[in-house]
């Protein structure tokens, strides 16, 4: 996913990611909490082990809130074969499970323009 983050940056995007957000000393739960709230719309990789953290299942519900209350767009990345929950089943959402090379740089591209819309 490092790869995907660079590649949407390297678009002209901001992303909130760890290494961005958190500073030494800081409150995680309010670091997370701003970066959504500064956030003009949300991506969510879903896997097994995403779906298993109880802070991406907090993160998930924040950003479904914010994209139904104020229609900020939010899109599921898939990355591993997971059952998504119900409000974020309901999104198209971006599969890159299995795809490499001019397929996968394809899928950033698409995913880049619908933030930047």
């Known amino acids: 996913m490092i790869r995907f983050v660079e590649r949407l940056e390297d678009g002209g995007l901001r992303v909130a990611r760890d290494e961005v957000v ?12 701003q970066a959504i709230r500064d ?4 991506i969510l990789v879903f896997s097994p ?11 998930y519900a924040t950003l479904m ?3 139904i209350e104020s229609g900020r767009r939010f ?8 059952e998504l929950p119900e409000f974020a089943a309901t ?8 795809i490499s ?10 995913v880049a323009e619908a933030l930047r819309s």
């Open 22 to 33: 958190f500073k030494p000393g800081d409150v995680l739960v309010h670091a997370v909490e």
């Open 101 to 110: 090379g001019t397929e996968y740089d394809q899928l950033v591209t698409r």
């Open 75 to 82: 899109i599921p990345l898939v990355i591993k074969d997971v």
């Open 65 to 67: 809130q914010r994209s």
């Open 91 to 98: 999104r198209y959402y971006a599969d890159f499970r299995q």
């Open 49 to 59: 082990a995403s779906m298993a953290s109880g802070w991406v299942k907090q993160e």
């Open 39 to 42: 956030s003009s719309h949300g």
